[in-house]
């Protein structure tokens, strides 16, 4: 579930490549032939609500990973957009606890999707936060501890349940590809003060994560997917002009981006944010092949070239 995504298409190719047969749900099967082009890939429509539909997918599988959800930055926050936000997580994560109930042979192991918004935006003062610390104020707050509740009705029904939250994910697409253009012509720079803390992950590491939690039969309860070395948002500006071998002396002054997304959106996508730390992922052993912003980045723009 949301296999066809920025997120979801990776790490359905390193499941295939690792020898499983990956079934991907989706709303637009017509995508997948230019998504994917593999054969332990497989693509089937699903509604996103129905979980009548979807309990013939769930039923036996060794693993289901859900990572469905409309973006949140993809458009200003008006009271539609973030209804719709909330409902495309919620509706369809529920769905998929029901399909699950309703399943005679159940899921062995469910991944489920979140985010480190969880743990709010407003950093002054506020220490780096695990997966003990306690829920954040603020709309993607509520958003995540509700997709989160959505899935715990299985709990105990399966012999694994795992939510990850996940920083700002980095890779050819998602959040890079909005910056991309700006940046290679010298205009990009930083967004207010530029010392909101930057929870940042490379896209490959989400991938190998999630199935090294798959292959880890102790590896239960919710984790952080962000890298281990701290950055705030100016650190990536910097690093992202250095791997694009361009200048980004360029500032957005606050009043705009409040003007242009709206108070609360620029308040809790922008100019705010809060210190993540991997605790269970370093706990557990899991060794990440990008650590280091600066090398992340650069293997990413050396790929995009």
């Not at 709303?27 to 054969?39: E, G, V």
């Not at 539909?53 to 990572?67: I, K, R, S």
């Not at 003007?259 to 705010?272: K, P, R, V």
């Not at 730390?277 to 650069?298: H, I």
Request: hydrophobic share 40%.
């Amino acid at each position: 579930m949301g296999g066809t995504g920025f997120i979801g298409s990776n790490l359905a190719h390193k499941l295939a490549l690792e020898g499983y047969d990956v079934e991907v749900l989706t709303r637009n099967p017509h995508i997948c032939p230019i998504t994917f082009n593999h054969p332990k890939i497989f693509c089937s429509p699903w509604n996103g609500f129905s979980d009548a539909d979807l309990t013939p997918f769930v039923e036996g599988a060794d693993v289901v990973v859900n990572l469905i959800g409309e973006g949140i930055a993809t458009k200003r926050w008006t009271s539609a957009r973030k209804r719709e936000i909330l409902q495309s997580r919620v509706i369809a994560t529920t769905a998929l606890a029901n399909a699950i109930s309703m399943a005679y042979r159940k899921p062995k192991i469910v991944i489920q999707g979140s985010a480190v918004g969880f743990y709010g935006y407003e950093y002054l003062g506020a220490d780096p936060a695990d997966e003990f610390s306690e829920k954040g104020n603020g709309f993607l707050a509520d958003v995540c501890q509700k997709w989160e509740d959505s899935i715990l009705p299985i709990e105990g029904l399966v012999e694994r349940l795992v939510i990850v939250r996940t920083g700002v994910v980095l890779g050819h697409g998602g959040f890079l590809k909005r910056l991309m253009q700006p940046f290679k012509f010298g205009i990009g720079g930083k967004i207010g003060d530029g010392l909101q803390p930057f929870p940042w992950i490379h896209r490959d590491d989400v991938a190998y994560s999630i199935i090294w939690i798959i292959k880890n039969s102790t590896a239960r309860g919710v984790f952080n997917l962000v890298s281990p070395e701290y950055a705030c948002y100016l650190d990536f500006v910097k690093a992202f002009g250095k791997a694009l071998n361009r200048p980004t002396v360029f500032c957005t002054p606050t009043f705009a981006l409040k003007s242009l997304f709206g108070e609360e959106m620029a308040n809790e996508i922008l100019l705010g944010g809060r210190e993540v730390v991997p605790r269970r992922l370093k706990e557990f052993g899991y060794v990440f092949k990008y650590p280091n912003l600066e090398d992340a980045l650069k293997s990413i723009v050396k790929g995009d070239v």
